[in-house]
């Protein structure tokens, strides 16, 4: 079974929306359970879920979760499985938003798993100079959105960029 079957799933009324949401929900969350991509079970995803799984629903969410665990296995360096963390929380929120689909974030993650997939890189100090440390994407997305809210704003310009260049490697069509 494909991780693609879940949205099918969800275009037949088979699968409820906000069982939807909690299954990818956990993609981003699981990870977070480890410092590094080698302990990360299917198991993990299940033990976190508000409702089990049944039947084709629990299979489709497996292929989905299976390519998340591969992911991570293969970015398992300290710095790498910080940054797949980061991404995946942002595309969640993009999903969520709709701004990123199911399809593109879960090509993305199977190119990540398979190794095809850069991760982000993101140049922070083209916007801003003083950053706390541990400022991450989601912090980089958050402050761009907020100077996009405003487009007076003298980095205006460079923000627009910059997010043109983030949603490019997430995966956002």
Known sequence: ????QLEQLYKE??????????????????PLLYDEGGQLKLEDFHEQLEQPLHGEIAEAADALYTVVIQAFALHQAAEDYERLQDAISLQEDL???????LTDWIDWLQRAAEGTQQLPEVDFHSLFEDLP???MVQ?????LTFI???PEHDK??????????????????
């Open 156 to 173: 205006y310009a460079e923000a627009v960029h910059q997010q043109t260049l983030l949603y490019t490697q997430l995966g956002v069509k």
């Open 13 to 30: 009324h088979t699968l409820q929306e906000d069982t939807l949401i909690d299954i990818v929900h956990q993609c981003s969350v699981v």
């Open 133 to 135: 440390e541990g400022y």
């Open 139 to 143: 912090d980089f997305h958050d402050d």
């Open 148 to 150: 996009l809210q405003q």
């Open 95 to 101: 999903y969520m938003t709709g701004v990123l689909s």
């Open 1 to 4: 079974m494909s991780a693609h």
